[in-house]
């Protein structure tokens, strides 16, 4: 498939309900999509912005922002933003109404089987499927860290509850002597071609060995299995290398923005 072909996968395929699985709500704006989490979190996205002036845009992200302001159990709301939409004036709409912009990172995509490889571990690195809570909660705690974040229970929370609706989703980790050095989710997106690669984390000392290379194939292998031909991930400069490598194609990229309720702590 060309660059074009995937991205028009990605735009009719997973701009739609299927990107919020797991939300405990959803509510129709327009072209627009209010998700609500568990956990306090909101979530806007959308397939494109047809229908809505862009001299009114402004407008309408002051209506989305007190959609949620109303719900005092909302700490935090991220707008999705991708970088081949057409929409003046949504930055400067955004970021005049207390939205930070977070980093950008690249919208991958390409055939799973592409991912599908025999790489060698280093000695004593084994892979393996984890299900039970305490595993969880480790490897979630892994990601805070490699990732900066403070520690949190929300991530943990939100991914067993992902687990109890039994919706597709495997968690997948490398470990050394019980310590998790790697770990990554796989989101197999029902009534699409696509299986995302997500939540890739890898402890610093032990980058560059090929253990997220291999833990992204095993990952492919389970989606190949489960009927999937795509994959799809929003990736960091040190994941995009990799996976460029592996044979996926950045067709555009995303950038998160973030509004947080004041006074509340995490």
């Not at 072209?31 to 996205?45: H, Y």
């Not at 997948?172 to 197999?188: T, Y």
């Not at 253990?211 to 995009?240: C, P, Q």
Request: charged share 25%; glycine share 10%.
């Amino acid at each position: 498939m060309t660059p074009t072909e995937l991205l028009t996968a990605y735009d009719d395929q997973l701009r739609t309900e299927a990107e919020t699985p797991s939300a405990v709500t959803v509510e129709r704006r327009g072209p627009l999509r209010l998700a609500t989490f568990v956990g306090g979190r909101g979530f806007v996205s959308y397939r494109d912005l047809e229908g809505i002036d862009p001299g009114a845009i402004g407008d309408v992200v002051g209506e989305v922002l007190d959609h949620y302001r109303a719900d005092p159990a909302i700490t935090r709301v991220e707008w999705k933003t991708r970088g081949h939409d057409h929409a003046p004036g949504l930055h400067e709409a955004l970021t005049g109404h207390g939205f930070v912009a977070g980093n950008p990172e690249s919208i991958m995509l390409g055939e799973l089987r592409d991912l599908v490889a025999d790489v060698p571990l280093p000695a004593g690195v084994t892979l393996r499927r984890v299900t039970a809570e305490a595993d969880v909660r480790a490897m979630c705690a892994m990601q805070n860290e490699v990732f900066g974040d403070p520690p949190s229970e929300r991530t943990a929370v939100a991914i067993l509850r992902r687990l109890a609706l039994d919706d597709g989703m495997e968690l997948w980790v490398a470990e050394v002597d019980d310590l998790i050095v790697c770990a990554g989710r796989l989101e197999p997106v029902a009534d699409t071609e696509f299986a995302g690669i997500w939540g890739g984390a890898t402890r610093p000392q032990w980058r560059g060995r090929g253990i997220y290379r291999a833990l992204t194939a095993v990952r492919a292998r389970s989606a190949l299995a489960r009927g999937k031909l795509l994959a799809h991930s929003d990736s960091t400069e040190f994941s995009r290398p990799i996976l460029e490598r592996a044979g996926l194609v950045k067709v555009s990229t995303t950038t998160p923005y973030e509004w947080r309720r004041s006074g509340r702590s995490e």
